[in-house]
């Protein structure tokens, strides 16, 4: 495999350790912009801990997808079927919980091809519709979504530590392409 050549498989229970630290670095990356607060500092470690990342690899209702570069783990998806979205009654919808790309890898297609492969899984095993929430100040997020066929669906919250922070919830219907 060539250093430029990324490669997309999904992830097994070994693959604990290095989501973690990639899922660590990328949130502290997007929420600490100001710098960092305790209810930020503590929402990573136990969120985004090795062990929480272990018990979600466990669930057969989530599937990570992996991209990675000659060997190394530099982006990924995390998938979780049966999760009905805020604001609307979807029956069948999965959540797109996460979709995390390393800061030195983005504006590569990573995360169009990482969210093109997850809208595929999540047909293939009977969701109709995928959903997302972003952060508000997430301002690149905000924009990729509408662009690969997302709707804004209205104001939702995420509470870290006691402190409620504003999302956006994105939902898509999928069809058989995807």
Request: glycine fraction near 6%; charged fraction near 20%; charge should be neutral.
């Amino acid at each position: 495999m060539s250093e430029s050549t990324v490669e997309y498989r999904l992830a097994g229970p070994d693959d604990a350790l290095c989501i973690a630290v990639l899922a660590m670095q990328v949130f502290l990356d997007t929420y600490t912009l100001n710098g960092m607060r305790p209810d930020l500092a503590r929402e990573t470690l136990e969120i985004y801990s090795p062990e929480a990342f272990a018990r979600r690899l466990q669930d057969p209702a989530t599937t990570f997808i992996l991209a990675e570069r000659a060997g190394h783990l530099i982006a990924f998806a995390e998938l979780t079927l049966d999760r009905a979205p805020p604001h609307e009654a979807r029956p069948g919808a999965a959540e797109l919980v996460r979709l995390y790309v390393q800061r030195y890898f983005k504006r590569m297609g990573l995360g169009r091809e990482l969210l093109s492969r997850a809208e595929a899984l999540a047909h293939s095993r009977g969701a109709s519709s995928l959903w997302l929430t972003t952060w508000s100040g997430n301002t690149a997020a905000r924009a990729f979504y509408p662009t690969q066929g997302y709707r804004d669906i209205g104001v939702t919250s995420y509470t870290i530590q006691g402190n409620s922070y504003e999302n956006r919830a994105f939902a898509k219907t999928l069809t058989a392409d995807k």
